[in-house]
């Protein structure tokens, strides 16, 4: 993408599609004249003309010439705008921002990757982005949790990873019927049950704050020190670029020394008590 | 094939038992089975035992009036199920069904109780064990009850 005259212009894009992925969870597929170099965990800034604009982690493969992907849930007036996007609709999109997953400093190691709800969507590039250079890295494992079956996102995708691309991966939700016969329970106890190698891991976390609490914790007991987790954060997002200061969280803006942090950068203020 | 004896030592539940403890529970064991869909237990059955999951995957569920049965949590290889037996009045509160063909290891809680109440210091092992799980499982429980992947 051709740096932007002004650094807060969106540059105009097209959906290409509307892929449902849940009853409020869909991805847009996007077709951008020069589509952005994009890192697995970085962001982009989307907006649609005339509601607003939003910040959404790419979901798609890193690699060039691959498909421009956001997933999202409609949670907003913005994000319901966009859920009513047909193929042809214009977008504005500028980006990408932020730092990406440390996937360069895995190199060797072995990976667990904690994902949360929605959480799951950023962490679906840093998967596209290992599978790509699968010996690069040593045991890798997918931890997933969601709400209830229903809202289990990409499960054909995580079972293709499984089959083809030795990623181990346990899914797991709060909540289901009889019908379901995964794992129930909270993702964090999943970790107990991996016989994690602590000095050898690097673990990507990504999902609500809360979940990020209790999976650090999870991971520091099993040995993993909080300087090899990583924790992909979200606050409201404005300018994107590190002006406005929506997104400050302490001495850091989201924006641009995020969102992926090293977890022991921003536990104690996680922890904090907002106003 | 292994002994219950080894498989209870290198058990992390089991760790730094005493020799003499470690035998008084392998007295108390013995090798179950179930198959897919089988119950281990039910609701206000008497609880007298536990089990150390060795394969398989079992699901705690409850059956609301006029509904399904909820899953309200599962347990796999290695996990440890069933406290009630260490709680009075020693029922269980859940039905335990196996969701896939299940090996465990089933320890005799009431015979365990008696041996508990003669060495205490048997019983401070066991409950300090059981304190973890319990400890661990009610943060699970309430990290559900947040429902933090709902809509805020």
Same mark, same amino acid.
């Given at each position: 993408?051709?740096?932007?005259?002004?650094?807060?212009?969106? =540059?105009?894009?097209?959906?290409?599609?509307?892929? *449902?992925?849940?009853?409020?969870?869909?991805?847009?597929?996007?077709?951008?004249?020069?589509?952005?170099?994009?890192?697995?965990?970085?962001?982009?800034?989307?907006?649609?003309?005339?509601?607003?604009?939003?910040?959404?982690?790419?979901?798609?493969?890193?690699?060039?010439?691959?498909?421009?992907?956001?997933?999202?849930?409609?949670?907003?007036? =913005?994000?319901?705008?966009?859920?009513?996007?047909?193929?042809?609709?214009?977008?504005?999109?500028?980006?990408?921002?932020?730092?990406?997953?440390?996937?360069?400093?895995?190199?060797?190691?072995?990976?667990?990757?904690?994902?949360?709800?929605?959480?799951?969507?950023?962490?679906?590039?840093?998967?596209?982005?290992?599978?790509?250079?699968?010996?690069?890295?040593?045991?890798? =494992?997918?931890?997933?949790?969601?709400?209830?079956?229903?809202?289990?996102?990409?499960?054909?995708?995580?079972?293709?990873?499984?089959?083809?691309?030795?990623?181990?991966?346990?899914?797991?939700?709060?909540?289901?019927?009889?019908?379901?016969?995964?794992?129930?329970?909270?993702?964090?106890?999943?970790?107990?049950?991996?016989?994690?190698?602590?000095?050898?891991?690097?673990?990507?976390?990504?999902?609500?704050?809360?979940?990020? *609490?209790?999976?650090?914790?999870?991971? *520091?007991?099993?040995?993993?020190?909080?300087?090899?987790?990583?924790?992909?954060?979200?606050?409201?997002?404005?300018?994107?670029?590190?002006?406005?200061?929506?997104?400050?969280?302490?001495?850091?803006?989201?924006?641009?020394?995020?969102?992926?942090?090293?977890?022991?950068?921003?536990?104690?203020?996680?922890?904090? *008590?907002?106003? | 094939?292994?002994?219950?004896?080894?498989? /209870?030592?290198? &058990?992390?539940?089991?760790?730094?038992?005493?020799?003499?403890?470690?035998?008084?529970?392998?007295? +108390?064991?013995?090798?179950?089975?179930?198959?897919?869909?089988?119950?281990?237990? &039910?609701?206000?059955?008497?609880?007298?035992?536990?089990?150390? #999951?060795?394969?398989?995957?079992?699901?705690?569920?409850?059956? @609301?009036?006029?509904?399904?049965?909820?899953?309200?949590?599962?347990?796999?290889?290695?996990?440890?199920?069933?406290?009630?037996?260490?709680?009075? @009045?020693?029922?269980? /509160?859940?039905?335990?069904?196996?969701?896939?063909?299940?090996?465990?290891?089933?320890?005799?809680?009431? +015979? /365990?109780?008696?041996? +508990?109440?003669?060495?205490?210091?048997?019983?401070?092992?066991?409950?300090?064990?059981?304190? &973890? #799980?319990?400890?661990?499982?009610?943060?699970?429980?309430?990290?559900?009850?947040?429902?933090?992947?709902?809509?805020?």
């Amino acid at each position: 993408m051709p740096a932007p005259v002004h650094p807060l212009m969106p =540059v105009p894009c097209r959906v290409r599609r509307v892929a *449902r992925e849940t009853h409020d969870t869909f991805t847009l597929v996007l077709e951008v004249a020069s589509p952005p170099r994009f890192r697995a965990g970085q962001f982009a800034m989307l907006y649609v003309f005339g509601v607003g604009e939003v910040p959404i982690s790419f979901s798609g493969d890193p690699t060039e010439g691959r498909p421009i992907m956001h997933t999202t849930r409609e949670v907003g007036t =913005v994000t319901s705008a966009m859920r009513r996007l047909r193929k042809g609709a214009a977008l504005g999109i500028r980006g990408p921002y932020g730092k990406p997953w440390p996937l360069d400093e895995a190199r060797g190691l072995d990976l667990v990757l904690v994902a949360g709800g929605i959480g799951l969507a950023p962490l679906r590039s840093a998967l596209y982005a290992i599978v790509a250079r699968r010996g690069d890295f040593g045991r890798v =494992v997918l931890l997933y949790g969601a709400r209830s079956p229903a809202d289990v996102l990409f499960a054909r995708e995580i079972e293709r990873w499984r089959n083809r691309s030795e990623i181990e991966s346990l899914v797991t939700v709060d909540h289901a019927s009889r019908s379901w016969a995964g794992d129930v329970g909270v993702v964090t106890s999943l970790i107990p049950r991996l016989a994690i190698d602590p000095e050898r891991t690097l673990a990507l976390i990504c999902g609500p704050e809360l979940m990020l *609490r209790f999976a650090a914790s999870a991971l *520091r007991t099993a040995g993993v020190g909080e300087e090899r987790i990583f924790a992909s954060l979200e606050r409201s997002m404005k300018c994107a670029v590190g002006l406005c200061g929506r997104c400050q969280i302490g001495p850091s803006f989201v924006c641009k020394d995020g969102p992926v942090f090293p977890y022991d950068r921003v536990r104690r203020l996680l922890e904090i *008590r907002e106003v | 094939m292994e002994t219950l004896e080894r498989i /209870l030592a290198e &058990h992390a539940f089991f760790t730094d038992l005493a020799p003499e403890h470690l035998r008084l529970l392998v007295s +108390c064991a013995a090798n179950v089975r179930f198959e897919s869909g089988q119950f281990l237990f &039910h609701a206000d059955e008497e609880a007298n035992q536990f089990f150390l #999951i060795r394969k398989g995957k079992v699901a705690l569920e409850v059956a @609301p009036p006029g509904g399904p049965p909820l899953t309200l949590q599962t347990l796999g290889e290695g996990e440890i199920l069933g406290w009630s037996w260490l709680v009075p @009045p020693y029922h269980w /509160l859940f039905d335990a069904r196996a969701v896939e063909p299940s090996l465990a290891i089933a320890l005799d809680g009431k +015979c /365990l109780r008696g041996k +508990c109440e003669a060495d205490h210091d048997l019983g401070f092992e066991l409950l300090k064990r059981f304190a &973890h #799980i319990m400890e661990e499982r009610l943060q699970a429980t309430r990290l559900q009850l947040l429902d933090v992947y709902g809509k805020r």
